[in-house]
């Protein structure tokens, strides 16, 4: 069955430094995945997704399928980026489901 | 757009008391979904529809029943609401696909508690 695995239930970090959110998933497929993430009392929005390969506010993701990771990076964080972040798995027949990982609480202190 | 919109935002209901929640989208998606958040659990699909007329059990589905009569509408009910439905509801849509997954778009949530 899928899974989403995110370790870290709370990662605080100091404003500047790096911060990597880590990802693992469970599926022996060609996956897709994604990061979500979620403001103070705001909706879930699409942080990225691996296939867009884009660097979206400073955060990357490498696909590792090795591995079976996606781990979210970003070499400075900002108080900004304070929030919820969840990472997301697909499939191939999924209908457009999504298997949500339990999520990680980012806390950027200054 | 307005996007994906959920009526209402709060709500407070007794034990056995029923309530509807209602999910709209206007981005013409074929695809709805209805989470649910809790703390520690992440989010959790409770039922999903694939087009109009058609719906399918998640992850979480015991005591909530759905309906998606028009496109654009996705609704959640709970027929006889307990504690356990305490709980921020989330709805989602996205494009219907070749067959993998595509970004979902979220509402602002309905924060729900069970007295």
């Known amino acids: 069955a899928q899974r989403v695995t995110q370790p870290e239930k709370l990662l605080s970090v100091f404003k500047g430094a790096p911060v990597e959110l880590k990802c693992n998933y469970s599926y022996s497929g060609s996956p897709e995945l994604f990061w979500y993430v979620q403001y103070s009392r705001q909706r879930l929005q699409l942080l990225l997704r691996?296939?867009s390969r884009e660097s979206i506010k400073g955060f990357t993701a490498d696909l590792n399928k090795g591995e079976t990771s996606f781990h979210l990076k970003k070499p400075f964080a900002q108080e900004e980026d304070s929030a919820m972040y969840y990472c997301a798995l697909g499939w191939w027949g999924s209908q457009g489901n999504l298997i949500f990982g339990k999520g990680t609480k980012l806390s950027v202190k200054p | 757009n307005a996007g994906v919109t959920q009526t209402p935002k709060f709500r407070v209901l007794k034990t056995g008391q029923s309530m509807t929640l209602l999910c709209a989208q206007d981005?013409?998606?074929?695809?709805m979904y209805w989470y649910r958040q809790d703390p520690g659990m992440g989010l959790r699909l409770i039922h999903y529809?694939?087009?109009?007329?058609?719906?399918a059990k998640g992850e979480v589905p015991d005591g909530y029943n759905v309906s998606r009569l028009k496109k654009q509408n996705f609704l959640l009910g709970l027929e006889s609401a307990a504690p356990s439905q305490t709980s921020v509801y989330f709805c989602a849509s996205s494009s219907k696909t070749s067959g993998s997954s595509d970004t979902q778009y979220f509402g602002p949530g309905t924060r729900l508690t069970v007295l």
């Open positions: 529809s694939v087009g109009e007329g058609t719906t």
């Open positions: 691996h296939i």
């Open positions: 981005m013409n998606h074929e695809y």
